[in-house]
């Protein structure tokens, strides 16, 4: 499986655009977006609990929205990472910061797990 940050697919597959953004066709276009005859120009945003990823091809499940390109996927094995768990743990380590008299050197030898429980603690 081939991982590409936003940019890359942005310059390979050409997403349709809504000015400097890809444009995202939400949930409620699937039937639209079923009905079209070359599915190999879908991609789905999928959001999961810590990563958000573009994929190729049409899903329903977890799925913020979708987006259409000019230059077709044709089934690549590609995940283009939108939030990663690195831009979780930086968010998080941002908060905590903000609020507690920890350290950064401490905050970031944390696994993700233990820096969502402080975070929550915070709060």
């Known amino acids: 499986?081939?991982?590409i940050d936003i940019d890359t697919w942005k310059e390979r597959?050409?997403?349709k655009m809504d000015e400097e953004q890809p444009c995202c066709f939400k949930q409620y276009y699937?039937?639209?977006i079923?009905?079209?005859a070359d599915k190999?120009?879908?991609w789905s945003h999928i959001q999961g609990d810590i990563v958000e990823q573009i994929v190729p091809g049409y899903y329903l499940v977890?799925?913020?929205c979708f987006y259409i390109t000019e230059v077709p996927h044709n089934c690549a094995r590609v995940e283009v990472d939108v939030w990663t768990e690195e831009d979780e743990r930086?968010?998080?380590i941002d908060i905590i910061l903000h609020f507690s008299?920890?350290?950064e050197e401490e905050l970031k030898s944390l696994s993700l797990y233990v820096l969502i429980a402080l975070e929550s603690s915070l709060n």
């Open 1 to 3: 499986m081939e991982k």
């Open 13 to 15: 597959y050409k997403p």
């Open 30 to 32: 699937r039937h639209e």
């Open 34 to 36: 079923n009905d079209l």
């Open 40 to 42: 190999s120009h879908v």
């Open 62 to 64: 977890n799925v913020d």
């Open 90 to 92: 930086e968010k998080l």
């Open 101 to 103: 008299d920890m350290k």
